[in-house]
């Protein structure tokens, strides 16, 4: 294992080694940030994980983003992105990179099963979460919802009490789904004002 590259060098070696198939990386609190154009996805991340300046060759995370809430909903960009979080064991260095899905409506980007495996539940879940399609993905379904669940509970238009509750039903001796019966409020939390309190003053 070599000792780390500085972030800003990096830096410099991403751009060199990507040209145009992403954006400038960028440095922010010690790390460095790419993002990548969705139709260079896939080969832009082999490049990253095969380049002898990159060989980030473990995926420890990838996930869903959904902006449309982002900025107190000023956002204007992209509405869902994944963001992968890749580690160099090579050159002891970490990454983040964000792809935008190119349609709010149908979100997909290209799985990364076939590069590192690890992708594979990691996707399920945004998937399930945030309705983002991984195309290539080899068993793209549900993983932490139940199979009859409708929508994804990550979406920042989902309702907070879901759209259906399962109950069992002692007549039909099974589990049913039925809307839900919880009413919407807003929950304020109280504020105790109390002069003594924290001791004497």
């Known amino acids: 294992m070599t000792s780390p590259r500085t972030p800003e060098e990096l830096a410099v070696i991403l751009q060199a080694a990507l ?36 060989r980030f060759e473990q995926l ?8 449309s809430a982002f900025g107190n909903g000023i956002w204007e960009g992209r509405r869902y992105a994944v963001v992968v979080h890749l580690l160099s064991l090579s050159h002891n260095q ?22 590192w495996p690890a992708a594979n539940w990691f996707e399920r879940e945004a998937f399930d979460l945030f309705g983002i399609v991984f195309e290539g993905h080899p068993d793209l379904r549900r993983i932490l919802t139940d199979y009859g669940f409708i929508g994804h509970p990550f979406r920042k238009d989902f309702p907070l009490s879901g759209n259906v509750e399962m109950r069992y039903d002692p007549t039909q001796q099974r589990v049913i789904y039925q809307p839900v019966s919880i009413e919407p409020r807003e929950v304020t939390p109280r504020i105790v004002r109390d002069d003594s309190y924290g001791g004497d003053r």
């Open 19 to 54: 040209g145009e198939r992403a954006g400038p990386a960028s440095v922010r609190l010690g790390e460095v940030a790419l993002e990548v154009k969705s139709d260079r996805y896939a080969d832009t991340m082999r490049l990253l994980r095969d380049h002898p300046d990159c």
């Open 60 to 67: 420890i995370d990838l996930c869903g983003v959904d902006y």
């Open 94 to 115: 970490r990454l983040r990179v964000r792809v935008y899905c190119p349609d709010d409506d149908l979100p997909v980007v290209a799985s990364m099963v076939d590069v």
